[in-house]
């Protein structure tokens, strides 16, 4: 994260006194804001300026299972839990999902 200080952090800080001073609904109308972003960024604001700057919203926790996780043949990908036995679908050795094919 760099350590400049944006406009549009000095913006927030700007809302965020005059929300301080003159309430939420009121600092909404004259900035055009909704009264939820504003309650957004006064729950981050500590104070500094530092505190308004835009943060990642990438995901901190891995999207994949971790190593050594024991994948068996009927388990869901997606929850995790047990498909029916007379389930349509099947898992392939890849671990994807995929339509189980009858013989006829």
Known sequence: ??????????????????????GVSRASRKYNKSRSYIYFWKIRWDGSVESLACRSRRPTMALTLPTGFPIQNEMSPRSLKPLPKNSAYAISSSGRTHHATTAK
């Open 1 to 22: 994260m760099s350590n400049s200080i944006t406009q549009d952090m000095r913006y927030r800080q700007s809302l965020m006194h005059y929300a301080e001073k003159y």
